[in-house]
């Protein structure tokens, strides 16, 4: 398998994920908020607290979505890369090191509201099996690609200077 095809097929893969993480967004994760929201409806109070989670799962769902979506416009670059035959470049661990820091915010923010709904009394089963999904994932990708940014800046120092030398 040649550099184009396999360009091509992990683009196909961002492209997958991209439509996969849509329509999660679109189509289960509202209801899934809906019933967590009437969940912590019996657990706490009218005011403050009830609008904090009618609006703040949605938003928090919004909110962790960003980095998603950032992570696989440079995934879908750094393919870019691998098709030009450029794989070990400078530009490609930055953006590594940039996936590996979005994934761990997007993780940071689901252990601070874990936390909070934990401390809250208001910790729905399938929240928390959301929330210890996500900061598994999270946080395994945070290492993997801090990993392959470091791997990758090696072979582009490599790549460097066995060019200077020839």
Not at 111 to 123: D, I, N, P, R, W
Request: aromatic residues 10%; proline residues 3%; hydrophobic residues 55%.
């Amino acid at each position: 398998m040649g550099q184009k095809e396999l360009s091509l097929l992990l683009k196909i893969v961002v492209v997958v994920l991209a439509v996969f993480l849509a329509l999660t967004l679109g189509f289960f994760l509202p209801p899934l908020a809906r019933e967590i929201f009437l969940f912590l409806a019996e657990d706490l109070s009218e005011g403050a607290a009830g609008a904090l989670a009618y609006y703040g799962i949605p938003g928090v769902i919004i909110l962790s979505s960003l980095p998603c979506f950032v992570s696989l416009r440079l995934a879908w670059k750094i393919f870019n890369e691998i098709g030009r035959n450029n794989s070990f470049c400078l530009e490609n661990a930055r953006r590594l090191r940039t996936i590996s820091r979005l994934a761990l915010a997007d993780t940071a923010l689901y252990l601070v509201l874990f936390s909070v709904f934990f401390a809250m009394g208001a910790a729905h089963p399938s929240l928390t099996l959301i929330y210890i999904v996500v900061i598994l994932f999270g946080t395994a990708m945070a290492i993997v690609c801090a990993a392959l940014s470091h791997l990758t800046r090696k072979a582009a120092d490599l790549k460097s200077d066995s060019d200077l030398t020839i």
